[in-house]
Every structure is written in C-alpha cells, then in structure tokens.
C-alpha cells in the first residue's frame, strides 16, 4: 500500500509538473513567429478582430483565456497593432488591451492589375479596398502625378515594404509612392544604368513586367530583358505572350494560339511594334534591375525548355528558335495542354 501510494504520488507530481510546464509555455513561450502589423476597424466585431490578431499568434486557448482576464471582450479600440517576433501571449494581449501602434509596415508586391493592388492594400491600412481603387482611378490625381491612366500609374508603386500611419488617405499613399519612386530613379547609378538600356524609368517599368511575367528564374531576367532590348533597337516586334494573357484578360491562359495574336489591342506586342502603353503587372525588383543590367548578348528569340522547368532556350535566328519553339509545343502537346 505504501508503495502504491508513493507511485501515485510521483505520477501526480509528474502529472502537475508537466501541466505547469505546458501552461508556462503558453502564456510565457513565444507565440509570435515573425513581426507582423494587424490593422483592426471600427466596423468588425470583437470576434472577428481576435480571428484576426490569432492568425499570427499561436495558443489560441491562452490567448482567449487572458484576453478575457483582463477584460479584453468589452471591446478593442480600432487601430494597427504591431506584434513583434518573440511575443508571448500575455505580451500580445496586452498590446491590444493599452493601445495600438499606429504606423503599419506596408508591403507591396505582385498585383496584375490597381483592383488587386487596392485589395492587398487595404488588408494593411484602415481606408477599404473600394476607397483605395477610387484613389488609383481618380482622374485629378493620375493627372497629377503625370500620367493618363491608373494602368500607367502603377509604375510609381515600387515593390518593397514602407513605414506608413495605419491612417493614412490613399490620396496620400499614392503621393508618398510617387516620392518613393522619385527618390529611387534619381539614383546617380541607377541613372548611369537609364543612359546605358535607353529608356525611361517608365519605359523601364513597363519592359520589366513583361519579364517579371515570362521567367520565374531571376538568374535569366537580364537575358531575356536583352532579347527585348534587342528587338526594341532593331524594331523588331517584341511579340511577348504576356501581353497577349494580358490583352484577353486572362493570365490562367496556358497556350497562347493563333487566335490569341490577332487580338485587336495596343497591347498586343505581335500586332504592334514598340513597348505596350503600360505596365502589365508590378514587377518584382530582380526584374527591373534585369531591365537595367541587361544581359549584352545577339539572341533575338526564346522558348520555354521542353522540360517544363520555368526556364528558356535562347536562340540568335529564326531556324534555330523554330526548333526550340517545336520541341516545346511537342512536350505540350504530350501533357495535353490545349
């Protein structure tokens, strides 16, 4: 009996031990992988605020538990709340209980059109998706900011990440982008690097997204960028697939086809010489700094590899390209790609 008694006496000591390691860790053990900015508004519920911050926050059980301690289900004030890497719940609830931060770190990357760049804005400042479109197609401010269309104002909105005021208006984000991509042209290298392709920062931008869309390989964008550049300096149609996705208004195409080229469209770069009006897409900045460090080389065509890998054959004549482009369209047909 007495040896009974000490077994259970160890179990429960072990049993409690364990419990009580358990719940330091999840109060106490980090619950924030990496720092993130959650932007809370005034129109959504208490639960739908805490689905929000717990997306980025582990122990879900101990939040909610402490989050109710300290009174935190009377209600959230609105605001952008920064939870830095290491936090541990205690720690995360109690930024929301005694107050936000209301800068937001605002990240900009891959969006093909304003309506998808508003979107992934607004879900990082207070103003909606709605508010941040009107700003993108707002006449007075295109016109402002120089250019004829939020197509070619896309241009100024350099893919990186900004310290921003969660409050900020959208008139006055698309101001703060045009500094931005004022400041990063102005560049006394980056300028040298303008002299050198012979285009425009513009011109560069809008050659950039044809190529942040033909290649995935950051390794190949300064060659394919100087295929393009080759066939501008001879006048020579760029004939780029993308634009013909983005002419249909559709990327999801998988085969461009013959139909596809006579597509009567300023952007279709097989029926039209030259640069299409506007960018296609933002590009990412290993494709704009492939445009500026264009590989100096005779190729005048490429084709996607028969191995489906994302990378190209690059050909300087026609015959040779003819081949590549066969064995391409073989291996699509093999795949039943239609």
């Not at 016109?143 to 969660?166: K, Q, R, T």
């Not at 249909?248 to 086809?257: C, E, N, Q, S, T």
Request: aromatic letters at 10%; hydrophobic letters at 45%.
């Amino acid at each position: 009996m007495k040896r009974k008694i000490i077994v259970i006496a160890i179990v429960t000591v072990a049993f409690v031990g364990i419990l009580g390691a358990w719940g330091y860790q999840m109060f106490y053990g980090p619950a924030v992988e990496e720092r993130v900015t959650v932007v809370l508004r005034d129109e959504e519920s208490y639960a739908e605020m805490t689905e929000k911050v717990k997306r980025s926050i582990a122990y879900d059980w101990a939040f909610d538990f402490y989050a109710r301690y300290l009174g935190l289900d009377g209600g959230i004030e609105p605001g952008a709340y920064t939870f830095e890497e290491g936090m541990n719940v205690i720690e995360a609830v109690r930024t929301l209980k005694f107050g936000s931060d209301n800068s937001v770190r605002l990240t900009i990357n891959n969006a093909r059109t304003p309506e998808i760049l508003a979107g992934k804005i607004a879900r990082q400042i207070e103003a909606d998706s709605v508010a941040v479109v009107a700003a993108l197609r707002d006449e007075a401010l295109i016109e402002e900011m120089g250019f004829d269309s939020a197509e070619a104002m896309f241009s100024i909105f350099l893919p990186n990440s900004y310290d921003v005021y969660a409050d900020i208006s959208p008139e006055a984000l698309v101001r703060r982008m045009k500094q931005e991509s004022d400041k990063y042209w102005s560049d006394a290298e980056r300028q040298k690097l303008l002299a050198r392709v012979e285009l425009t920062p513009f011109e560069v931008m809008t050659l950039a997204s044809i190529v942040h869309e033909e290649t995935n390989a950051r390794d190949e964008m300064a060659r394919v960028a100087g295929v393009y550049i080759n066939r501008l300096r001879i006048g020579m149609p760029l004939q780029a697939d993308p634009t013909l996705k983005y002419a249909a208004g559709d990327f999801a195409i998988k085969r461009v086809l013959d139909r596809h080229k006579e597509i009567e469209s300023p952007y279709n770069t097989y029926m039209y010489a030259g640069l299409p009006p506007t960018p296609i897409a933002m590009p990412d900045m290993a494709a704009v700094e492939g445009v500026l460090n264009y590989e100096d080389h005779d190729y005048l065509y490429f084709c996607a590899r028969p191995e489906m890998d994302g990378r190209h054959n690059f050909a300087k004549t026609l015959a040779e390209h003819n081949r590549n482009a066969d064995a391409y369209h073989r291996a699509l047909n093999r795949m039943k790609i239609r």
